[in-house]
T-cell receptor, first 119, second 110 residues
Framework: AQKITQTQPGMFVQEKEAVTLDCTYD???????LFWYKQPSSGEMIFLIY??????QNATEGRYSLNFQKARKSANLVISASQLGDSAMYFC????????????????FGQGTILTVHP | ETGVTQSPTHLIKTRGQQVTLRCSSQ?????VSWYQQALGQGPQFIFQ???????GRGNFPPRFSGLQFPNYSSELNVNALELDDSALYLC?????????FGSGTRLTVV
């Protein structure tokens, strides 16, 4: 069974500083995808960044980068130059391999990390 | 692209009642999945529909059921509501490139 672990219930960072949110995963599938989402208090799940298990390079999207260490099964999110608007819940999620190649598998989420950015 | 729209945004029901939640799919996405998110927890997978058929289900009882329509929109039905069903229900439409989530329906069972 797939599992995602986020060990930091809450993190604090000073505005303009960088912060790393931890995520470890467990799967026996050789093909998988890892996602990070941001969830503000309003509830919507906002996609931040994606890393495929066969991607050779770490993913980057603007101020977001993913520190992918496949052997350690970790996929930590790095947010550079934190902004007040970054305060939210952050979820790491994994997609299992496609079921028969005809659809897109479920996401398994971690418990989340609440990030608070201080001015 | 119009995104994913969920309705209603908030709902209060009494224990034992039935509820139907709705979700529109993003254009071009033929797969829809539903998630239940209890307060302070990560979302839990309920089930997924592909081309109008359920093709994956999480650890939820049969009183959670769903439909997907030819335009790929979807419904989640929950019968015999229990207090523990109080949660944010998220719908996501998906394609090869990823998942697009709606803003959710916040269900309160009293």
């Amino acid at each position: 069974a797939q599992k995602i672990t986020q060990t930091q219930p809450g993190m604090f960072v000073q505005e303009k500083e960088a912060v790393t949110l931890d995520c470890t995963y467990d799967t026996s599938d050789p093909s998988y995808g890892l996602f990070w989402y941001k969830q503000p208090s309003s509830g919507e799940m906002i996609f931040l960044i994606y890393q495929g298990s066969y991607d050779q390079q770490n993913a980057t999207e603007g101020r977001y980068s993913l520190n992918f260490q496949k052997a350690r099964k970790s996929a930590n999110l790095v947010i550079s130059a934190s902004q007040l608007g970054d305060s939210a819940m952050y979820f790491c999620a994994m997609r299992e391999a496609n079921a028969g190649g005809t659809s897109y598998g479920k996401l398994t989420f971690g418990q989340g990390t609440i990030l608070t950015v201080h001015p | 692209e119009t995104g994913v729209t969920q309705s209603p945004t908030h709902l209060i029901k009494t224990r034992g009642q039935q509820v139907t939640l709705r979700c529109s799919s993003q254009s071009g996405h033929n797969t829809v999945s539903w998630y239940q998110q209890a307060l302070g927890q990560g979302p839990q997978f309920i089930f997924q529909y592909y081309r109008e058929e359920e093709n994956g289900r999480g650890n939820f009882p049969p009183r959670f059921s769903g439909l997907q329509f030819p335009n790929y929109s979807s419904e989640l039905n929950v019968n015999a509501l229990e207090l523990d069903d109080s949660a944010l229900y998220l719908c996501a439409s998906s394609s090869y490139y990823g998942y697009t989530f709606g803003s959710g329906t916040r269900l309160t069972v009293v």
